[in-house]
């Protein structure tokens, strides 16, 4: 079977939801795995109808709801008897503290000494267990019996039975409205009566801010789920738009690299002559600051007379040079009679000086 044989992409969008956000949340599968399989979305959606929200099948579901529901059961009678134990030691500490800073009443002492005394004994004979552990010695050597014998007098016990209830609703009022207070703070200033009105609804209140939370807690899971799914698109999205732009950036590199080229050249030819330009001007500016007015007219004076000198040395020059050619053309004879000539100067030069140090020798 074909996939379009199946569903259409609307229907697939459809199974995505009800399969995989409700019925198996566990299953995080994309539009395309659903549309590309369709018998194994055909084989989900079958299977939702026997599981629930959370995975279990529904007669596992109806055991483990009823099982629950027991658990609450025995909890809540556990929670009964912690609170009114907890209340009764509660109500014992707030009877020491107050001795500590002020006098009791005889009656209020006998009945808290009678409670505590009672309260104790309990709890001992609990940890003693049955009776019928006869194979187990006894915690200390103790028997129930011997635990029976510390009970406070009958009257004394019917006595502080009939105050309990009594005492209990106080503690349990005062933490009550302990409680309204720290729900509601504005609830500190209200009378009695409208606190204890307020405290007769605080468990349907409390109950509704807890769905409530609920409700909140649910909705953001949905809002993640949907997050997961919408960062997964984008991602996807993200990587064929990367992939795009890597294949126009192959395919037109080349088209632009040359023109690209051909300006970064102009670039650096005009930013060179700009160079050139302000080093000239810089050289022009220290010429300028070296030789003042004064300075170059009398360079130009000095370049004249040079100029001069150098026109007659270039005239004698000239004339030497028109000498020379007269003389070059004696040939061989002119450079003998020169080098006999030459000689005969040194020579007479040589017995001039030799005269002159035997004229000094003399005097």
Not at 93 to 116: A, G, I, N, R
Request: hydrophobic fraction near 35%; proline fraction near 3%; glycine fraction near 2%.
């Amino acid at each position: 079977m074909a996939s379009g044989d199946f569903c259409s992409p609307g229907e697939g969008v459809e199974i995505l939801q009800q399969v995989c956000s409700r019925q198996l949340p566990l299953c995080n599968l994309r539009e395309e795995d659903l549309l590309q399989n369709p018998h194994f979305s055909k084989l989900l959606l079958s299977l939702s109808q026997h599981v629930d929200e959370s995975g279990l099948s529904l007669s596992l579901a109806k055991e483990q709801a009823q099982a629950w529901k027991e658990v609450r059961l025995h909890k809540t009678t556990w929670l009964r008897s912690e609170i009114l134990q907890r209340v009764i030691q509660e109500l014992l500490v707030d009877y020491y503290v107050k001795t500590q800073d002020t006098d009791v009443t005889s009656e209020d002492k006998k009945f808290h000494q009678t409670l505590e005394q009672r309260l104790l004994v309990t709890e001992l004979t609990q940890l003693l267990g049955p009776s019928q552990e006869k194979e187990m010695p006894p915690l200390l050597g103790l028997e129930k019996a011997d635990l029976l014998e510390l009970m406070p007098p009958s009257e004394d016990f019917v006595w502080m039975r009939a105050r309990l209830p009594l005492e209990v609703e106080k503690q349990l009022k005062k933490k009550c409205f302990t409680l309204l207070c720290y729900h509601d703070p504005n609830s500190d200033s209200d009378s009695e009566t409208l606190k204890a009105a307020k405290v007769w609804k605080l468990a349907e209140v409390l109950v509704g801010d807890r769905q409530q939370c609920q409700d909140a807690k649910s909705q953001q899971k949905e809002q993640m789920v949907l997050l997961e799914k919408k960062s997964a698109t984008y991602s996807q999205v993200l990587l064929r738009c990367l992939a795009l732009l890597q294949r126009l950036l192959q395919e037109h590199r080349l088209k632009t690299q040359s023109e690209l080229d051909r300006i970064n050249a102009q670039y650096l030819e005009i930013k060179c002559s700009a160079m050139i330009l302000k080093l000239r001007m810089e050289e022009l500016k220290i010429l300028s600051d070296t030789y003042t007015a004064e300075k170059v007219e009398v360079h130009r004076l000095i370049r004249d007379r040079l100029e001069g000198a150098i026109r007659l040395q270039e005239q004698d020059m000239e004339k030497s040079q028109q000498i020379l050619n007269t003389y070059e053309v004696l040939g061989e004879e002119f450079d003998r009679l020169v080098k006999e000539y030459t000689q005969l100067k040194q020579a007479t030069e040589n017995k001039r000086w030799a005269l002159q140090e035997f004229s000094k020798a003399y005097r």
